[in-house]
């Protein structure tokens, strides 16, 4: 398809709450509509029950609405249903098939915080997640044409390039927020919608404005949609397809949205004229043990009905008294209205078979069709699949699908106004959207993007200048004699030691500020974590080395202005550097094993602080039984290695004129030989490559165990 039709096909659109999407049905476009059947859900915490055997159904098109009492489960039950919760019980079916991490993929869920990065605008934050999470054979043209089609679909437009903002930066409103947060889901174009608490914190128009929205969205693009809500208004209650309602975990009503009144007035419970119905039915539900008993059992009673299919088809809406073999000539209309080939009507005359509460039906249409569908009743729910025809099954689509009530949604699906710029060709043999190598360039790109302001902010800058010229003036053509031997290494040591601070602490809140993004994109299965990982060491990279890159440009001309040299200039901002980025995997490892702020700043402070006792300037006869402890400091090895360079015979420093501390010099020699002034300053007396080969090692067993702590200990769950 051309990107001429497929922008062709956009314009049959007539506005954007049309909610004109994706195509969902052509021959490789994979996200076909999906009813949802959870059957007996039991999750517990401990001994604590939070679900107790909670059942429900939806098909496509449809918005269940899941209510309740705050602390009654309803996140619990989304958690469960999106396979994010160990179940202690019970199935979750899609189409039929049992929920697996193939089908996982199908699904997103918006939480009910939203979790994104403050300082990007909300086009960037759709276009980065598109480049994650929509399949690699997708061109970029069409990504973006996707994100753009997305932004009109939910009319943000206007804020398109607002940052998000935060607590402390003003950006997106709060009802701007829900819809950005809704957006970057519905990119993957997922087949099961699962909200919690969209329209929470939202005033009544906005939230009527966003659930109009996905009353469109389900309704048009044939989505299955199950969200919770707390009190919704009247008007926002009568548009959820069915409601399922908890009380302690357990289920107190499930059916249809508009004969929840009645089920309550059936049980002696009446809603007083022009009152909302929700909060009617959270009230009762909020009610006394007694009340909230009564509801309980009266819905317990229903399900163990003698006529339980009949019943439970009318909740369903699907036929009341009509007959198994009426729902499904019903049926077979709606498929054929859909589907199936108008020259070639199935026969409305089928064989079923009822085995218990289990129905099988099948017609054949045609010599090379057959249509089969099956009506099961498990713990309460009906469920009504059609099995693949043949020539689908050729396709690939051999799994039981769609239900009865297919057939009313089957007029809108082939009404027009369901493409997009864009199809999907998910592969699914591979667990990620995206290659190693895209997810890498693409975080990288982020990362750089998202760390700039903090890293190179104008306070950084400033502090960074102030103290290359504060510091360069205070050793401003300092000597080159033993009596200033102290001011060139005070130089060196102060160095090292304030980058090591500035990139250990300032690397300290770099994992625990982006947990909650990143652990939402891991969930999702946005991408690897090893791609993560190495896109942050290297998206960082140049503004770790930036400002000491700047601080010793500016310094170390000033201090060595009768000896400069530009190969020490330049060997010793390597040292430089590569000890500050030490320090920064030493940060990045204590921040991610320790998360808390607070904890990781005392390890920090008590690391960084032994480094600078035992680094060999501060203290140079340090007490044998504590000699170990200088090769764990993190500024030793730079700072020897920025001494061996100094202190060549090229560059040498005069002895004292009287009272030398250097044997050399007592003895004569007007130059102190610089293995004297390296064994004086109390260091290991490691040579330059055995110093510079242990700074790499502590480079990467920092790197590595942050990677692992990430990978074992901070695990998505
Ligand atoms: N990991 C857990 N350990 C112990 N109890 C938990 C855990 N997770 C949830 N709960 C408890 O389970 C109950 C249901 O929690 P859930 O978040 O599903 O409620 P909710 O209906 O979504 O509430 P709200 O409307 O306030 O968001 C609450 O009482 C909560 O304290």
Redesign the pocket.
Known sequence: MTMANRLGEVSDCSSPTEMCLLRTDGPTGKTRPMDLHFTGLSVS??K?A??NEVSGVVQPGEILA?M????????????AISGRLPLESGTIHLNGELLNKKLRRKICYVL?HDVFFPDLTLKQTLVYTALLRLPESMSYNDKMQHVNHIIEILDLQRCQDTIIGDGLRRGLSGGEKKRANIACELLTNPALLLL??PTSGLDSSTAHSLMTTLKNYARQENKTVVL?V?QPSSQIFYMFDRLLL?CN?QTAYFGDTKKVVDFFKHIGLPIEPHYNPADFILEQVKGTAETQGRIITAYRETRSDPDLAEQLLMAVGVGGTTSTSTIYENYLDGLHASNLDPAQPPSPTADYTCQGNEWHLTSPSSPTRSVELRLTIEKGVPCVYNKITKEEEDSGRSSWSDNQSHASHSTQASSGCHSSPAEFHWDESTKWPTSFWTQFKVLSRRNFTVTRPRMLSRLNWIQTLGLGLMSGLLWFRVDRKEETLTNIQGWMFFSTTYWMLFALFGALSSFPSEQEVIKKERQSGAYRLSAYYMAKMVGELPLIITLPAVYHIISYPMLAVDFFSPGTFVIQLGFLLLNTVVAQSAGLFIGAACMDLEVSITISALYTLASQLFGGFLSTSIPAWMEWMRYFSLVHYAFQNMQIVEFNPNSPVRCAEKNSRFDACVNGANEIPPDAILAASGGTGFPLWANTLLLLSFLFVFRILGYMVLRYFRRPR
């Open positions: 915490v401990g604590r939070l679900l899941v309740g009492p705050s602390g009654s489960g309803k996140t619990t039950l989304l958690n009910q919690d608490e919770t707390h908890l975990g």
